[in-house]
């Protein structure tokens, strides 16, 4: 008879399915809003520290450096277009030529790409902001029941 392998990953939400069919079903059958947010890409380290912020939902004019993959050594490009349909970004100058001599562009996965340079409009600042404050709570939290050396000095003052 066959062998299960147990699961040792611990479940942090149970009103989320661990199941490897429900979980592809959803991300396949998922609506563009959430698709927006499942295609996001990490920032570079200067824009990383600049904004406060590790990673965004890829935009139209964003610049991106191509991370991993055939095309990694290209150099940084614009996103000429996001397609929430087949989870993937259009890059400028990312082109391969068909048998029929045809250029058609190459589909690239946003988390196979690092953004450079951001398309900053007042709902992308908003949002930077919101993220920024959400990562301040976050650090802050830390430090939460953590024992530090000073409190263990003071145990034994009586």
Same mark, same amino acid.
């Not at 008879?1 to 199941?19: D, E, I, P, Y």
């Given at each position: 008879?066959?062998? *299960? /392998? ?13 199941? &490897?069919?429900k979980c592809r079903k959803a991300h396949f059958s998922a609506p563009s809003h959430i ?23 890829? &935009? ?20 000429? /277009?996001?397609?929430? &349909? %087949? ?21 690239? *996965? ?13 709902? &992308? ?9 959400? %990562? ?13 050396? /000073? ?8």
């Open positions: 008879s066959r062998v *299960h /392998s147990q699961q040792l990953t611990m479940k942090f939400n149970a009103a989320v399915s661990g199941s &490897r069919r698709r927006r947010k499942v295609m996001s890409a990490s920032l570079s380290k200067d824009l990383r520290l600049k904004f406060g912020v590790r990673s965004l939902p890829i &935009r139209r004019d964003d610049e991106v450096q191509i991370m991993r993959g055939k095309y990694a050594k290209e150099p940084v490009a614009k996103v000429t /277009s996001v397609y929430r &349909r %087949r989870y993937c970004i259009y890059v400028d100058r990312i082109i391969k030529e068909k048998t029929n001599g045809a250029q058609v562009p190459v589909p690239i *996965h946003p988390s196979n790409v690092q953004i450079t340079k951001l398309k900053l409009d007042k709902d &992308r600042k908003d949002l930077l902001e919101r993220k920024k404050v959400g %990562r301040a709570g976050a650090d802050k939290d830390k430090g939460k029941g953590k024992i530090k050396q /000073s409190d263990v000095a003071m145990q034994d003052v009586d």
